[in-house]
Structures are given as structure tokens and as C-alpha cells.
């Protein structure tokens, strides 16, 4: 990797961190919306993830002394870009964005104020509005709807995270450098589940804050180029990687705090069962498969426990128990796509016989109609 560097502040108050590949349509006017913000005191550390096309030349068009270009020889995906930003920023705060996303005139300034009355919050996040490629407002987009939500403790925000998904964005997002300090980095490991994961570390040890503010653009693009677009392909690795990402939930120790999360886990039958075995019961009676998967693989670690398996035995829940509930889970879809099977024979089935219905009418009709058709000719050749 190389860096280009020029003398800028020793310690910024805010680290704008931009990961960049193939961009070179959409970063030039990123790093502008960054450098246009009412709050100067800042850097811009941009990424640049082994791009093919002039990204690096457009980055290199600005003379700003404050923003710092690191070059990546290969694309190797947007967390180890974003990682070697969030290592090499020297801010007290990181602003993580997408290099073909903008910030708000006053993004910044609105965040670092909220963040330095509230020393309690680990990470600030905001509305946002969601623009073309053009840049004008889609005004419908069913997305205001999922990031506009009410601001609740951390306790809720992560029972959210398990039962709904991810409300939260990154490029909205200012986050502490203590946060990372303690938890740790994005996982590069993960395409499209990365800031969920994070979000999950964050709130088991922070609480967080979502300014009730559209304070950047978030671009979406034609054609479903956006990473996190629904498409099939995704849409199999989102639900591989959540299987992973739940796993943060197995780390919690804190029974007071794992009740807040989940109050279900207050039932009497759970009252001797450890922390993990609950998270585990509680992920195999969730409907996404995902979910299902992730409460497998931890009640198998837990059962690998010799000791933990014989509380669990005592109180109901035995090796038979996790049998049953392996097919129950239906993990792979192999149940589902059986039943899909039967039902498709038996419409096919129902079809032939509506077909053989159809065709006995029809010859009823034909004979009927060939009869009139008899008497009425004879008719016209009596009238003749």
C-alpha cells in the first residue's frame, strides 16, 4: 500500500474515513461535500480499494492539505479499505462514508456539538435523504420509512437488530475513537452485513443516538449497482453472513442485561439454563432461516459442554430435544422445498383434470353446435 500525505492539523476533532473503488464518477463531488461542511477542523482519509478506472486521479485533483489518499495494490473488499482509514485517522471522532455519498452542509458541526454535550453516547447517527444519480431527492422512497425511526436505549436498539434488522446507517454515523479502541474494527470478512455487526459491538457497550435530521445524501444508484441491493445473488450472502454476525450475542454475560434484550428470557423454564442456551432456544424459534442456523451451530457448542448439557437435561431440554429441533429448524430449506414439491404435483394434478374437464365440454359444445347447425341448414334448404 502507499500513502500520500501532506501537513495537516497532528490531531484533527474529526476523521472523515471515505473506502473508494471505481468511483471516479461520484467521489470527486463526495470529498467536496466534506470540504464545503460549516466545521473545518478535519481530515478526509481516502482508501482507494485497487480501482481500475481515474478514482485515484480525481482524488489527486484536490490540493486540500487535508485530505490523505491511501492506495490499496488490490481489491480486497470495502472493510479492509475502511480499516485502514479508521488505523490511519488521527481524530477524536470517525466519520465513516461511501464514495458516492454526500454530507450535509452542516453534518459535522451538528454531530460534534450533539456528541460533546452527550459524553454518554458512543456514536451519533442521523436521517438521510435518499437521491438518484443525478442527485435529486427521491421523495417516495420506501427507505425514509426503515431509517426514521424513534431513538430508544441500547437494550431495544439491539433486540431490534434481532428481531427486525438494521435500522441504522454508516455514512451517517460519527462514532468515538474510543468506541473502536475498545471493540475493535469493522469484520473483512463480511460484504454486506459489516455495519450491522458493527452496530451489534457498539451497542453491547454504548449507547447510541439518531439525530432526527437528514444530514447526508444517500445515493442510489441505476440498475441496482448499490452494494446492499435486493438482488438474489445479495440477498445469499446477507443471509450466510447474519447467521455469523449474531454470534456478538453470545458474548453477553450480564443476565439483568440479557433479560432487558430479551424479556421472554424471564420464563420459569429458562430460570437454570445458561446465557447461551437461552440466546440459543430463543434464535431457533425465529422464523428467518438465518436466525435458525445461528441458534443451531451455539446450542451445539453449548451441548459440547458436558456440564452444560446436563443442567439443560435436568430442565427439560436433552440431546433428543436438539434432534428434533435440527429438522425443525429447517436450516437448508429442505423441508420447505419437499412441501413446494408436493404442492406443485398436486397442482399439476388439478391442471390435467381441469384440462380433460375443458376438452369433454368442448366436444358437448361441438356436437351441440353441429346438431343446430343440422336442423338450421335444413330450415334454409325448406325455405329454398
Known amino acids: 500500500m502507499t500513502g500520500s500525505r501532506i501537513e495537516t492539523a497532528v490531531h484533527p476533532r474529526v476523521s472523515v474515513c471515505i473506502p473508494a473503488y471505481n468511483h471516479e464518477k461520484y467521489i470527486g463531488a463526495c470529498i467536496e461535500s466534506v470540504l464545503a461542511q460549516t466545521f473545518s477542523d478535519f481530515e478526509i482519509l481516502v482508501t482507494d480499494d485497487g480501482s481500475s478506472d481515474a478514482t485515484v486521479d480525481v482524488v489527486k485533483s484536490f490540493s486540500d492539505p487535508r485530505i490523505r489518499l491511501f492506495r490499496l495494490p488490490r481489491n480486497q473488499g470495502p472493510s479492509v479499505a ?30 460534534l456539538a450533539f456528541l460533546s454535550a452527550n459524553p454518554q453516547i458512543g456514536a451519533a447517527f442521523s436521517y438521510m435523504r435518499y437521491v438518484n444519480e443525478a442527485g435529486e431527492e427521491i421523495r417516495d422512497h420506501i427507505g425514509y420509512k426503515w431509517v426514521e425511526v424513534d431513538n430508544c436505549p ?32 469493522t469484520d473483512p470478512r463480511l460484504l454486506q452485513t459489516q455495519d450491522l455487526d458493527l452496530w451489534i459491538r457498539i451497542c453491547l457497550d454504548f449507547e447510541v443516538y439518531v439525530m432526527p435530521e ?79 442456523a445461528f441458534g443451531l451451530e451455539l446450542m451445539y457448542r453449548v451441548l459440547s459442554d458436558e456440564a452444560s448439557a446436563r443442567v439443560l437435561a435436568e430442565n427439560g431440554f436433552t440431546f433428543p430435544s436438539f434432534f428434533k429441533a435440527m429438522g425443525s429448524a429447517d436450516v437448508f430449506g429442505i423441508v420447505a422445498y419437499s ?11 388439478r391442471v ?33
Open 339 to 349: 412441501e413446494l414439491q408436493q404442492r406443485l404435483r398436486h397442482t399439476e394434478k
Open 82 to 111: 475502511a480499516n485502514n482509514n479508521f488505523r490511519e485517522a488521527r481524530g477524536e471522532f470517525i466519520c465513516p462514508l461511501a464514495s458516492d455519498d454526500l454530507f450535509n452542509r452542516e453534518k459535522l458541526e451538528r454531530q
Open 154 to 185: 441500547r437494550e431495544v436498539w439491539l433486540r431490534r437488530f434481532f428481531k427486525v434488522g438494521n435500522n441504522l446507517s454508516a455514512p451517517t454515523a460519527m462514532i468515538r475513537r474510543g468506541v473502536f479502541d475498545k471493540i475493535g474494527l
Open 214 to 292: 437528514r444530514l447526508i445524501d444517500y445515493r442510489i444508484r441505476d440498475n441496482q449497482q448499490n452494494t446492499s441491493a435486493t438482488t438474489p445473488y445479495k440477498q445469499a450472502q446477507v443471509h450466510w453472513e447474519l447467521a455469523k454476525v449474531f454470534e456478538s450475542y453470545a458474548t453477553i454475560e450480564d443476565r439483568d442485561f440479557f433479560c432487558r434484550i430479551f424479556p421472554e428470557a424471564k420464563e420459569s423454564r429458562y430460570d437454570n439454563w445458561p446465557i447461551k442456551a437461552i440466546m440459543a432456544d430463543l434464535a431457533m424459534k425465529e422464523e428467518a432461516h438465518h436466525m435458525r
Open 352 to 384: 390435467m383434470e381441469l384440462a380433460e374437464e375443458v376438452a369433454f365440454w368442448m366436444r358437448r359444445c361441438e356436437r351441440t353446435l353441429d346438431v343446430r347447425a343440422r336442423v338450421l341448414l335444413r330450415k334454409l334448404i325448406g325455405r329454398a
